[in-house]
Nanobody
């Protein structure tokens, strides 16, 4: 079992940057695919980015490609989401997710473990 704790959210102006972190408990962090999802008010949770167990493969939603970068540090049991050129439509609660076996990285229902979320608000 793994516990996930996100941090790094906040209020930022459009065009600004934020870096989210997700710290995982346990000693098997490198056995998990990791991902970021987000949920805006009144909308369904949506895929943002995912990274393979060793960090060699990364996946992004079209809406964030070229602006967001996912990375992981298995020695620190942490996954990051660097968000640049933020837009008001990026405003949402951002969630970290983990699972040992993923076939479709963007499938929200396939991830077993979730963090509590961190709020990101982008003002125009």
């Amino acid at each position: 079992q793994v516990q996930l704790v996100e941090s790094g959210g906040g209020l930022v102006q459009a065009g600004g940057s934020l870096r989210l972190s997700c710290a995982a408990s346990g000693r098997t962090f490198s056995s998990y695919y990791m991902a970021w999802f987000r949920q805006a008010p009144g909308k369904e949770r949506e895929f943002v980015a995912a990274i393979s167990k060793n960090g060699g493969s990364k996946y992004y939603a079209d809406s964030v490609k070229g602006r967001f970068t996912i990375s992981r540090d298995n020695a620190k049991n942490t996954v990051y989401l660097q968000m640049n050129s933020l837009k008001p439509e990026d405003t949402a609660v951002y969630y970290c997710a983990a699972d040992r076996t993923i076939v479709v990285v963007s499938a929200v229902g396939k991830y077993e473990y979730w963090g509590q979320g961190t709020q990101v608000t982008v003002s125009s």
